[in-house]
């Protein structure tokens, strides 16, 4: 890089060469390179030149002329021109013309000649005013006159100084663009520059594809001391970079031979153009034409009551680039939208868009009617569900009639305001809310929930209409019936049966019974084993027989009416009633007596319906007069436990109680001292427990082999 000390290429004849203070300041600038307090290339000659053309010597004014790495030099150089100020009236020589110095001099200068405003904001160049002729000396001198406007050519990139490549500037303000809607032109903007009491120009330029480096490397859009200004050129790439750079000087001279900084800046995407959409059969198709390096087009689907908003929620066809078109299949028909699209392209590692290109177009309309409504009753009767294949448009309303709609207006299309005249009038609207969710078959349905039965209707008729764009169509009706809730059940427990009692419900022409484990909720569903009863046959065997049905451990049972509609089979409401289940124990006894037919001893076997560790207490009971009734009938006998050998393993006892229960019945063996008594002996469960009683059947063995008392030959 060339030394600051070396000839410039760039530089012009300047007035300010014969100014006595350059040569100071240029030795002075010297010593701060020397000592390595500043570097060359960011201190340059053209900044004190700068400053001297300035007239400026406060701090915080030569401060924002300098670059930063010297800015912290400014206290200094503020000092260095106080010191080579000594007069306020000191002249120097400026290219064989002389000038003032101090503040005052500098004020008396021309200002130069601005362009109204609404003018393209574009500076001519500046003519020193033409004093007027003086008065004659006999007469009064009259106040001098004001100096006539002269003409002014616009600016063009000729008249600034070339720029001098030095450290790399960062703009410190962004540029703000805005598409003309009337004209379509494209405004740009900037703010002001502050704390300049000089001339600003403002030079707007412009390059494609990558940002300008210099500001005569580029297109010159305007030169101007506003802030504003419009650029009409189509686009030329997809990225189009904008710089504004600008010169500040004391005079409008001044600030045209000063360096340029770089002030703002701002990067406009190029938007898509030969934009064409239109509809098929439901299906939006879109085209168009993008600049040459943009990645992707995004496509945005707003709703026309929506179109003045924006937002990514309206994007659509984020999967694809989208360079040659889009193709949108999920429109809904007879519904109107406002299609945008934005070119994307990356800008220095950040994706940027472009300003949107739209249109709006309504989806046609076809009436399509729904004719798959089915209903499924809530498990406690009060309430139903709908659900439905939703057409492709239009919005679905459902009608809920205690006669259905009036002949012939099923598939019908009439307007939406005839609808009262088929008997589907406002008040008879379904207003629950409607979600979508997924079918068995992967495609949608629609689930209305929760709807209720009106307390005194036994039957209800639902109709399905679809409404779109002011039309109607009447869809398939369904009825639909309730049963009466199923009340009083009883389960009378046998032996070797159960019997299931209820009131039979009114309007129902079964009753089906589910089987499930304990305590279950029949609003999970019910499915598995389950037994069907018509009311003849609930007449003809007094009740639902179940011989051998119901597991031992226990179950729920589950009742649910049945009836029928249009041929439809309708499930009323659920009643539900818990089976605790029943241990059957069989014993059997073997009574011992001596020579005389006396009784000596009585043997106990037990088998079980199913192995059990462990069992219950037992009593043996002896009544002389009957067979004992109850634990209470009688006197309990002692027994004990028999060993492998037959002999007795542990002491008398009043209570039984077998280590396990067997389906054999086969070893453990429990044996009574039975000598001197007379009448019968009964085995019985002993506990407490009036439920643990209800879930255990004790069968007893042929009446014959309980009883004592010899027999007469």
Not at 309 to 320: C, F, M, N, V
Not at 658 to 665: A, H
Request: proline share 9%; charged share 20%; glycine share 8%.
């Amino acid at each position: 890089m060339q030394d600051s000390s070396s000839p410039d290429p760039f530089h012009r004849e300047d007035p300010d060469d014969a100014d006595p203070r350059l040569a100071p300041l240029l030795a002075w600038r010297q010593q701060l390179i020397d000592s390595g307090a500043v570097a060359a290339r960011s201190f340059k000659e053209a900044h004190l030149r700068l400053v001297l053309r300035s007239g400026r010597t406060d701090v915080e004014q030569i401060r924002a002329m300098l670059p930063g790495s010297v800015a912290e030099h400014a206290d200094e150089m503020a000092r260095v021109l106080s010191e080579l100020d000594t007069s306020s009236t000191e002249q120097t020589s400026i290219t064989g013309r002389h000038r003032t110095t101090d503040a005052s001099a500098g004020a008396a200068l021309p200002s130069p000649t601005l362009p109204p405003a609404g003018t393209s904001g574009t500076l001519p160049p500046s003519t020193p005013a033409v004093p007027s002729e003086p008065a004659p000396p006999a007469a009064p001198a009259p106040p001098p006159a004001e100096p006539a406007p002269v003409a002014e050519s616009p600016l063009t990139a000729a008249d600034f100084t070339p720029f001098t490549f030095g450290q790399q500037q960062s703009p410190r303000q962004s540029i703000a663009l805005r598409r003309n809607a009337a004209g379509g032109a494209m405004e740009i903007s900037w703010p002001p520059l502050q704390g300049s009491d000089g001339v600003v120009l403002y030079r707007l330029v412009s390059s494609e594809d990558n940002p300008p480096y210099s500001p005569d490397r580029a297109d010159l859009v305007a030169a101007t001391d506003t802030t504003s200004a419009a650029d009409t050129r189509p686009p030329g790439a997809a990225v189009r970079h904008y710089q504004v750079w600008i010169n500040v000087g004391a005079t409008r001279a001044e600030a045209l031979t000063a360096q340029p900084m770089l002030y703002a800046a701002g990067v406009l995407v190029s938007p898509i153009t030969d934009f064409a959409i239109r509809e098929d059969s439901g299906r939006v198709i879109g085209q168009w034409t993008v600049p040459a390096g943009v990645s992707a087009v995004y496509v945005y689907r707003v709703p026309a009551a929506e179109a003045g908003r924006d937002g990514p929620q309206y994007r659509i066809l984020a999967g694809s680039d989208n360079l040659n078109g889009f193709v949108d299949s999920e429109p809904v028909r007879g519904e109107r939208y406002q299609y945008r699209a934005r070119c994307a392209a990356n800008v220095d590692g950040v994706l940027r868009l472009s300003e949107a290109v739209e249109t709006d177009i309504e989806i046609s309309a076809v009436l399509a009617p729904v004719t798959d409504l089915a209903v499924a009753t809530g498990v406690d009767g009060s309430s139903f569900d709908l659900t439905w294949t939703p057409p492709v448009g239009g919005r679905i309303v459902i009608y809920r009639t205690q006669d259905g709609p009036n002949a012939g207006a099923e598939s019908a299309e009439l307007p939406e305001g005839a609808l009262e005249q088929v008997g589907l009038t406002p008040e008879l609207r379904l207003t629950q809310p409607v979600v979508t969710q997924t079918g068995p078959d992967g495609r949608p349905r629609a689930l209305m929930a929760g709807v209720s039965w009106p307390a005194d209707w036994s039957r209800a008729y639902l109709t399905p209409v679809t409404i779109l764009a002011g039309r109607a169509l009447v869809g398939r009706t369904l009825s639909s019936v309730r049963t009466g809730a199923i009340r009083d059940i009883e389960l009378a427990e046998y032996c070797n049966k159960q019997v299931l009692t209820f009131d039979w419900p009114d309007g129902a022409a079964g009753v089906v019974l589910y089987l499930a484990p304990k305590g279950y909720d029949p609003r999970a569903g019910l499915t598995g084993k389950s037994f069907e009863i018509s009311l003849e046959e609930y007449e003809k065997y007094g009740g639902m027989q179940l011989t051998g049905q119901l597991p031992v451990g226990g179950c729920s049972l589950h009742l649910a009416p049945v009836a029928f509609s249009g041929g439809r089979r309708v499930t009323g409401a659920i009643a539900s009633v818990e089976y605790h289940g029943l241990l059957r124990l069989q014993y059997a006894v073997r009574i011992g007596r001596d020579p005389q037919g006396f009784p000596t001893t009585a043997t106990i076997a037990m088998r079980s319906e199913h192995d059990l560790p462990g069992s219950p207490a037992f009593v043996l009971v002896n009544n002389p007069q009957r067979i004992p009734l109850s634990v209470h009938d009688g006197q309990a006998v002692d027994v004990a436990p028999l060993d492998a050998q037959g002999q007795f393993a542990d002491r008398p006892s009043k209570e039984l109680r077998w280590s396990q229960l067997t389906t054999s019945g086969t070893g453990e063996l429990w044996a009574a001292n039975v000598r001197g008594l007379q009448g019968w002996i009964r085995l019985f469960v002993n506990t407490p427990s009036a439920e643990r009683l209800r879930v255990i059947a004790l069968l007893d063995p042929p009446v014959d082999s309980l009883r004592l008392t010899a027999m007469a030959q």
